[in-house]
């Protein structure tokens, strides 16, 4: 069947490395949102009578079993088929090969789930720090499932920032997941959100500072995530690859190799670890000082 075809222009492409993002307007149709947000429905409906966290629902601190609040589905892709299948469809295959060449490996995904006056902000950080790898043809790629509008807590990013340094996520000696707000607070006031309609897609280079606030207006703001690389970019800490049948499972397009590319990339290693680190959240919650402002 014939797809409408998503592939970048060089424009686009040029504009990726110098600022380290890129906004792709209207990629989804109106069938293929809807067949997300039933996925999403789906899957929200296992939340309720749930005391803790588990293993797919990340949950927000005012959370009861009586009146479930998810922040995050964890690893989405693996609890339902159309997360899988979206990060394998050509539309977004055509979107990522530019970027990181013919063969590319998926790694985990998330689904950030800011409910209207309360989602849960995400401090300033760097994927990198979670995740650095023998190269850094690493990045993200985001799915807006809402419109991102100015107050219901869009990611902003650092425009420039994938070039620079790899700042500290740490606090106290324990790697909390997120930057110390009053050491970029330069960087901070440059920052730029990624304002688009439902069924565009972001690409963000995994060593770009980014963060989003709490939605504090009365509509939605679901954010699909997908963590992707270049197949010959080899993890040096964090994820759960398991063996390599596992780890080669995780190819979307291309050939797997046995040969990292390694390059003079900066790393920090992301440990120790906080008493709950389960996720960025509950890693965040350690660090000293917050710069997003919470919902009570």
Not at 8 to 30: F, M
Not at 257 to 264: E, H, K, N, V, Y
Request: proline fraction near 8%; aromatic fraction near 8%; charge should be negative.
């Amino acid at each position: 069947m014939q797809h409408p075809t998503t592939r970048l222009t060089p424009e686009q492409v040029d504009h990726y490395r110098a600022e380290g993002y890129l906004v792709v307007h209207d990629v989804l149709d109106a069938a293929e949102l809807a067949t997300l947000r039933d996925a999403v429905d789906t899957l929200l409906a296992g939340a309720r009578g749930l005391a803790t966290h588990t293993e797919l629902y990340d949950l927000e601190d005012s959370h009861t079993p009586e009146a479930p609040r998810v922040r995050r589905l964890k690893m989405p892709h693996k609890a339902h088929p159309a997360f899988d299948s979206l990060i394998r469809s050509p539309k977004v295959l055509e979107l990522l090969t530019p970027l990181l060449g013919p063969s590319v490996r998926m790694q985990t995904s998330k689904l950030n789930l800011k409910s209207a006056g309360y989602g849960a902000p995400v401090e300033w950080h760097q994927d990198w720090a979670f995740y650095p790898h023998t190269n850094d043809d690493v990045l993200a790629v985001g799915v807006l499932l809402d419109d991102f509008v100015p107050d219901n807590g869009p990611m902003m990013v650092v425009p420039g920032t994938h070039r620079g340094a790899i700042h500290s996520h740490h606090h106290d000696g324990v790697f909390v997941g997120a930057i110390e707000p009053s050491g970029i607070a330069a960087e901070i006031g440059r920052a730029v959100p990624l304002l688009a309609r439902a069924g565009s897609i972001t690409l963000h280079h995994a060593r770009l500072i980014h963060g989003s606030a709490t939605n504090t207006s009365g509509r939605p703001r679901n954010f699909l995530l997908y963590e992707a690389m270049a197949a010959d970019a080899w993890p040096l800490a964090g994820g759960h690859w398991g063996d390599l049948a596992q780890f080669d499972a995780r190819m979307v397009c291309g050939e797997p190799t046995l040969q990292p590319r390694m390059t003079a990339v900066p790393v920090r290693m992301p440990f120790p670890k906080p008493p709950e680190a389960a996720s960025l959240y509950q890693s965040q919650k350690y660090m000293g000082t917050r710069f997003f402002e919470v919902a009570r």
